[in-house]
């Protein structure tokens, strides 16, 4: 099984769960969850029973005591977790609508996950070789951009697999938008990525088949297109194909797509050499299948962390031609089924 390394930022969601009268005013009401996208991811795959490691900061309060803590519940490995001394932990308060679809308030200025440091990223955490898997909010200002950016090369180096889930936060950046420009080196840069159909559209600005055709041409070996309950699509070099979504009612979709990266994520990392599962396209319709399931069972629930599935949870929708047999692996599972 490969490790994953999951970068960039934990913190703390206040998720709005009701609201109640005092007086002439009404209160909202908060309830403390863990999250953040790559912390969300590492929490996925290691309740589906992967490897899974978090590198990034959180502060030196309760707050990040409290994410150190929930991730260690949930069996990530944090030796590569740091607390910063001063700077404080990022909150965001998440709002729902009737449909479950969330809305962000960031309490992000100068917090300890932006301020994480090039000399903070180990060759270690690329050793023995693994996936490395990142979000686009560790771009959002020059220094952790940097830090991103460093981190993603010595993965290279180190002939990590590359994911990306883009994630994008426009109210994270200063000017209110995402950098295009930005984002999409990082894209061109990544073996797996994973959009919603508004980020495509966004960073494709209007032309998406062509965009497209240029992440295949840069690399990139896997590009998943997820919609909301609609079909999810991908691209490799030998084409294009569609997977139907789950349908579900959809309570709170903080950690949907976390859960659907996190999944895929875990999948690949069955493979001894998890690169040679993506020039399958019949292996990647059966892994994309089963992590949309497992992004549709976390968002029927309340929360980020509790609500992605252990494995049990899911296990009926992973595809019984791809159980392994006691004492028997996936990936050798897979081989037999699937030329890789």
């Given at each position: ?6 970068f ?28 953040g ?27 990040g ?20 001394k ?40 690329f050793?023995?070789?693994v ?65 919603s ?50 349908k579900?009612?959809a ?43 497992c ?46």
């Open positions: 099984m490969k490790p994953v390394v999951c960039g930022e934990a913190l703390i969601d206040f998720l709005n769960t009701n609201e109640q009268d005092d007086g002439p005013l009404s209160l909202k009401n908060y309830r403390q969850y863990p999250g996208a790559p912390a969300n991811a590492a929490v996925a795959i290691a309740k589906l029973g992967g490897k899974a490691y978090f590198a990034g900061q959180v502060g030196a309060d309760n707050f005591d409290f994410l150190n803590n929930a991730l260690n519940t949930y069996n990530v490995d944090t030796r590569f977790l740091a607390q910063h001063t700077a404080k932990t990022a909150l965001a308060f998440v709002m729902l609508d009737s449909d479950g679809d969330r809305s962000f308030a960031f309490h992000r200025h100068q917090t300890a996950d932006v301020l994480f440091n090039v000399e903070q990223v180990e060759d270690s955490w050793e023995p070789q996936i490395f898997h990142f979000c686009s909010n560790t771009l959002t200002d020059n220094h952790i951009a940097n830090t991103t950016d460093f981190a993603v090369q010595k993965a290279k180096h180190h002939q990590a697999l590359i994911s990306f889930d883009v994630n994008l936060r426009h109210n994270l950046w200063p000017q209110g938008q995402a950098d295009i420009e930005l984002v999409n080196q990082f894209v061109f840069n990544a073996d797996v990525i994973k959009f159909r508004d980020e495509l559209e966004y960073l494709a600005q209007g032309n998406v088949t062509s965009y497209v055709a240029k992440c295949i041409e840069k690399g990139v070996s896997l590009l998943v297109i997820t919609d909301g309950e609609n079909d999810i699509e991908y691209f490799t070099v030998q084409g294009k194909q569609l997977i139907s979504a789950p579900v009612q309570i709170d979709t903080t950690a949907g797509g976390d859960a659907f990266s996190g999944a895929l994520l875990f999948a690949l990392s069955q493979f001894p050499q998890a690169k040679l599962a993506l020039n399958s396209m019949p292996v990647l319709a059966e892994l994309i299948r089963f992590a949309a399931h992004g549709a069972y976390t968002v029927s629930k309340l929360g980020a962390f509790p609500a992605l599935p252990h494995f049990n949870d899911v296990q009926r929708r992973w595809p019984t031609e791809l159980i392994p047999k006691k004492n028997t692996d996936l990936a050798s599972e897979l081989s037999n089924k699937f030329t890789v």
